[in-house]
């Protein structure tokens, strides 16, 4: 049996299924931190009764994104020792580093958080969540290193077959993490801001609790607006930054067949790789060239140009990833982050005029689901990063197909694939009844009960 | 000294803190059903690793990640040899973590006790697979010229490494019973401590045929043998202060136990990491398996500034929550 494709999968299924946990964390952390911090300040109960009604949905979340993340960690040199073998130099590092200096720092202060609300005082108590939205953050950073090696490799020699470190800053100082980096923060923050604007809107287009869940959502708002100027700013520099280290995804995700200058940006595009051809394409005239350059003219590679550049400069091979999937999730990812910024915007104009919210029927029912906007973002986002550098592994190092574990045969990547998918099917529906209960629920009364 | 074996004495020193912490949390987990009589009882036996569970297990991830950068090839190997084993860890793990957090948050009592038993089993896989797989370490696997693991999932269940895992299953369970003995009070600390008492002749009678089985079959070096010698005598003395009631150096001594046995393994593996029964030349040892030497160095500066600072903050929050946990406390979990 193939172990490659199931080696694939089970990465495209745990990874896509680790990141639906992670922005919420990152994010979550931080707003649960701002009320905290609210609180301390002002001795508002309030916002006490906020930090721990949206730290209990936080909590649940962590545990299912700690839970998973143990698998990325392993599967590394389960199902990918090739590639560990040829990278562990330089990619273990910035993997024992996040553990380190991230990982036990987040955990041990969310331990207190949690268990120490009586026990230590206010601002011991506000400095540890500060200390898990630092913890957790900074673990994105260290992971995104690694990514962007894989991406952009930077600082490394070859010594005997194997890939060396040369030079620790340069990993840190990747062009890439830097616009991987500060995307990812702030797609945390537009998840929890969204997670929260979902939840609240849902109490107040039915009247409960006005006070608590318009002070949660006045926050949301304001993080939310600063969170997703942030995406789309760090967007549009990681399109700059493709066109000159990975053209080929930038290109597959535009559609772009072949080289144009000035090149148009495509709107909708249906093509045949095979045939050469686009099938039927609605473009604007020269803008990929301005969001490529921040000028209307400036040469972008088409796909057929760079595969010949590419097997001339490889060797034989398909250096083409899959097309259809790079199109589309990037104008999901694209299209979701500007109608977010809408959303937002419209939720700002109301906060400013203190209006509430139109009791349209519709409304009511579909409000909540704002919230899987920045989900479905999160996540092409990913399959567009990790399909577009395909065939690469490690960009212009290793090929994905060099990176799989031999020893390990298909049958036992498909047995623990199908073990996978189930535990985590099973586990999902527990994460959801129990956000949904406590979401519904609203914040309790007991929550203010404090240890006699 | 060479950053090698600095590095290698680190990865020992990570999974000493791993199996000394989490084996613990892992007792309890495994204790759970059974010493729980009623849901508060079983509520007050989590809320003992309530905070630090989490913490601990992190130990486990900067162990991994520590091989993965310093010993990448030992970590290619074992990882992909040990496939099936480590991923029915992780599956004991993923059930356990998430069932700590969820298992209070809804009354049914369908759903509860259904997670309190994942706390069980998934407390149960880890404490037994991490003996087999320390087992397997000393007394060899079929690694060919190319360091590649040839002997399938079968191999790695040979009747040594089962009884390492029955050490490693039967000594979490101990130092969680000792742990909830000191942790809490009345019934459950009672019988908390029955169970200490009964554990022990069976630990003591797996480690007595542990150490025959190593005598003939593995060619175990001096002071790998003093090391072991230590960690049974340790064993003793920390049985004969439960026996006394006096569990607070019971426990310390049970944690010492740990870290003496855990240190007997990797004195006796050194120079390498994992043994080849095919060829001793096709062993991983710390030089054919490790980094280079300057991710060597950049990772040694980084440790030695975050360890300790690490060690401090974790010991803080131990402190902090040091009391007994009692029924009329308010529980968390």
Redesign the interface.
Do not use: C
């Given at each position: 049996m193939n172990s490659l494709f199931l080696s694939q999968l089970q990465f495209a299924v745990t990874t896509v299924y680790h990141f639906f946990f992670v922005p919420l964390t990152l994010g979550l952390s931080v707003l649960t931190a701002i009320m905290e911090t609210l609180y301390v300040q002002k001795g508002d109960e309030n916002y006490k009764k906020m930090a721990k009604f949206w730290g209990k949905l936080f909590?649940?979340n962590?545990?299912?994104g700690?839970?998973?993340g143990?698998?990325q960690?392993?599967q590394?040199?389960?199902?990918w020792?090739?590639y560990?073998?040829f990278?562990?130099?330089?990619?273990?590092?910035p993997?024992?580093?996040?553990?380190?200096?991230a990982?036990?720092l987040e955990?041990?202060?969310?331990?207190?958080w949690?268990?120490?609300w009586?026990?230590?005082s206010k601002r011991v108590h506000l400095l540890a969540i500060w200390l898990v939205a630092i913890g957790s953050n900074i673990s994105a950073f260290w992971i995104l290193a690694a990514n962007s090696f894989m991406q952009n490799p930077v600082g490394y020699g070859l010594?005997n077959g194997r890939l060396?470190?040369?030079d620790?800053f340069a990993l840190l100082t990747n062009q890439y993490v830097w616009g991987q980096f500060p995307h990812v923060i702030f797609s945390g923050l537009v998840t929890a801001a969204f997670f929260i604007i979902g939840i609240s809107g849902y109490h107040l287009l039915r009247k409960q609790n006005l006070d608590f869940y318009n002070r949660s959502m006045k926050i949301a708002v304001i993080v939310g607006l600063i969170g997703i100027v942030g995406v789309i700013i760090m967007g549009d520099s990681q399109s700059k930054r493709l066109v000159r280290v990975q053209p080929m995804k930038l290109a597959a995700a535009e559609g772009l067949l072949k080289t144009e200058n000035p090149a148009s940006l495509s709107l909708f595009t249906i093509i045949d790789a095979d045939a050469g051809k686009q099938m039927m394409h609605i473009e604007l005239p020269s803008v990929l060239s301005f969001l490529a350059f921040n000028s209307f003219d400036g040469e972008v590679k088409g796909i057929l140009d760079l595969q010949q550049e590419y097997t001339q400069k490889y060797g034989a091979g398909n250096y083409i990833p899959n097309l259809f999937m790079s199109y589309w999730t990037f104008r999901i990812m694209v299209g979701l982050g500007f109608l977010m910024l809408a959303i937002l915007i419209v939720l700002l104009v109301y906060i400013m005029r203190k209006q509430s919210l139109p009791s349209w029927k519709w409304l009511t029912v579909l409000f909540p689901w704002v919230i899987s906007f920045p989900y479905i973002a999160n996540s092409t986002g990913w399959l567009l990063t990790e399909l577009g550098r395909q065939p690469w592994i490690v960009y212009g190092l290793m090929k994905t197909s060099d990176g799989v574990?031999?020893?390990?045969d298909g049958g036992?990547v498909l047995a623990?694939l199908i073990?996978f998918t189930l535990?985590y099917g099973v586990?999902m529906v527990?994460?959801v009844y129990?956000l949904v209960?406590?979401a519904k629920a609203g914040p309790q009364e007991n929550d203010l009960?404090v240890?006699a | 000294m060479d950053l090698n074996i600095l590095w290698f004495l680190l990865v020992g020193v990570l999974f000493v803190g791993y199996f000394v912490l989490e084996g613990f949390d892992y007792g309890v987990g495994i204790l759970l059903p059974f010493l729980g009589k009623n849901d508060v009882q079983r509520r007050v036996i989590i809320?003992t690793i309530?905070?630090?569970?989490?913490?601990n297990?992190?130990w486990?991830?900067?162990g991994?990640?520590?091989?993965?950068?310093?010993f990448?090839?030992w970590?290619?190997?074992?990882?992909?040899?040990f496939?099936?084993p480590?991923?029915l860890i992780?599956?004991g793990?993923?059930?356990r973590?998430?069932a700590?957090?969820?298992r209070s948050?809804?009354d049914n009592p369908v759903w509860r006790s259904s997670w309190d038993w994942a706390i069980c089993v998934g407390s149960f896989l880890p404490a037994l697979l991490w003996g087999v797989a320390f087992a397997n370490f000393v007394i060899g696997v079929p690694i060919n010229a190319a360091h590649?693991?040839?002997g399938g999932?079968w191999n790695l269940l040979n009747p040594y490494a089962l009884v390492g895992g029955v050490i490693s299953l039967l000594g979490f369970i101990l130092h969680g019973a000792v742990f909830l003995s000191l942790k809490t009070t009345g019934s459950i600390m009672e019988s908390a401590r029955e169970i200490a008492k009964k554990v022990f002749p069976f630990l003591l009678g797996a480690m007595v045929i542990f150490v025959i089985l190593s005598v003939v079959l593995v060619n175990f070096s001096v002071l790998a043998i003093v090391v072991a010698s230590l960690a049974v005598i340790v064993f003793l003395v920390s049985g004969w202060m439960v026996r006394q009631n006096r569990v607070g150096l019971g426990f310390i001594l049970s944690a010492a136990t740990i870290l003496l046995s855990t240190a007997a393994i990797f004195v006796q593996l050194f120079p390498r990491v994992l043994v080849s029964n095919l060829n001793p030349a096709w062993s991983l040892t710390i030089y054919n398996s490790s980094?280079?030497q300057?991710?060597l160095t950049?990772?040694s500066i980084?440790?030695l500034i975050?360890?300790p600072i690490?060690l401090a903050?974790?010991i803080w929050?131990y402190w902090?929550?040091k009391k007994r946990v009692t029924e009329k406390?308010?529980l968390?979990y």
């Open positions: 909590l649940i962590f545990a299912m700690v839970v998973t143990i698998v960690e392993f590394f040199g389960m199902n020792s090739e560990s073998r990278v562990g130099d330089i990619f273990g590092a993997l024992a580093v996040e553990a380190l200096l990982f036990f955990s041990t202060f969310l331990g207190l949690i268990f120490g009586d026990r230590v010594e060396v470190m040369k620790f574990s031999i020893v390990v036992e623990t073990l535990v586990l527990a994460d129990l209960k406590y009960v240890e | 809320n309530g905070p630090h569970w989490d913490g297990e992190v486990l991830l900067t991994g990640g520590a091989i993965f950068a310093a990448s090839g970590y290619a190997t074992v990882f992909s040899g496939y099936l480590l991923f992780l599956l793990l993923i059930f973590g998430v700590l957090e969820f948050k809804d590649q693991y040839v999932f980094s280079s300057y991710t950049i990772m980084v440790a975050f360890v690490v903050y974790q929050t902090l929550f406390m308010k968390e």
